[in-house]
Structure formats: C-alpha cells, structure tokens
Nanobody
Framework: EVQVVASGGGLAQAGGSLRLSCAAS????????IGWFRRAPGKEREGVSC????????YYADSVKGRFTISSDNAKNTVYLQMNSLKPEDTAVYYC?????????????????????WGQGIQVTVSS
C-alpha cells in the first residue's frame, strides 16, 4: 500500500521561506502525481501545487504562483515544495497527496478522490 510521509513546515516570518517534503513509498507504477493542498482556519481545503510523475507538468494556484516552487527527486520518490516570500495568508495546515492517475490532476481546480493517499498534515504559520 502506498505510504506518504510529509515533513517540514513550522513557523516563519512574513517574507521568509519554508520547505515542505513529501516522500512516497509502497508503489510500483509511475502514473501518479503529487499534490499539495492546504486548509486555512475557517476555509475549505484548496489545491496549492501539483507535479505529475508521468510528464513533469506542474501547476500552481494563482495565490502562490511566483512564490512557491514544486520539484521532485524521482530517485527518492520525494517531492518538495519550496515556499518563498511567505505571507500571513499562507498560514494553514498543508497536506501532501499521492494522486492516482496523473492525467488532468495537475491543472486548475485540483481535485482528490477516495483512491488517493494522504500524508499527515503539516502546520505552516506565517507571522506578520
């Protein structure tokens, strides 16, 4: 079974940087994508960024475009989310998701299904 372990996050000041990592294991196929979602207090979970394992396509929500960078180390089955120029509105619990079948996953309106696998939530807090 696929296992997903997220790490990183913590506390940063506005304008600062943090990096999240997402390590996946327990699978033998390449048709997947890794997505980062977040849930801010009082808000619904939203897709932040995504990278497809099959073709390397990436996606960023408008709110993070130009500030966040997603990358992958396929040899380590690990995806990173580098978050720069952090804003207080980036404060949220961030979730890494192993998205089964990469087609149309790393596009606008990122979605998840019951077939996907989740890592534990990571708290990111940005102070003003």
């Amino acid at each position: 079974e696929v296992q997903v372990v997220a790490s990183g996050g913590g506390l940063a000041q506005a304008g600062g940087s943090l990096r999240l990592s997402c390590a996946a294991s327990g699978f033998t196929f390449d048709d997947y994508a890794i997505g980062w979602f977040r849930r801010a207090p009082g808000k619904e979970r939203e897709g932040v960024s995504c990278i497809s394992r099959t073709d390397g396509v990436t996606y960023y929500a408008d709110s993070v475009k130009g500030r966040f960078t997603i990358s992958s180390d396929n040899a380590k089955n690990t995806v990173y989310l580098q978050m720069n120029s952090l804003k207080p509105e980036d404060t949220a619990v961030y979730y890494c998701a192993f998205l089964i079948e990469a087609v149309n996953r790393c596009v606008g309106d990122m979605y998840y299904t019951p077939r996907d696998y989740w890592g534990q939530g990571i708290q990111v807090t940005v102070s003003s």
